[in-house]
């Protein structure tokens, strides 16, 4: 395995929010547990020793870009647009983008849920580059 923690926030996140049901369930499916899973907005210390920042889509990427860019030195990707940092680009090149599921469907969910894990692997080369020079570091 690599040796990296991966977190999760959102740009308009409540804090404490539990998961959705549908959310819970389609981690209960695949193998994983949300019932300790409460809503984190991004901010200094979500932020705190982060290498990437990987919105769903280029408008998240954008709205963070504009509210944290400043003040945060990693890496700024969409999650379909696999190792690409848009930290000092003016724009974000065309990528497939996640419709986020909140309040929809089951099915809409599952869409989300698939697409993400399939557009994760996608960033597998990156992730592994980040575990090895955080070991060259050591």
Known sequence: ????????????????QPASLESAAWAKAGGMSLADHCATPVGPESLAGAAWVIGMTRSHAASF???????YAGGLGVLGASCVDL????????????ADPYGGTAEQYGIACEQIARLLAEWEPCFRGLAVRKELEK
């Open 1 to 16: 395995g690599l040796d990296l923690a991966f977190a999760s926030a959102g740009i308009e996140a409540r804090p404490g």
């Open 65 to 71: 870009k504009s509210r944290f860019g400043g003040r």
């Open 87 to 98: 930290a000092g680009r003016d724009h974000s090149p065309a990528a497939e983008e996640v």
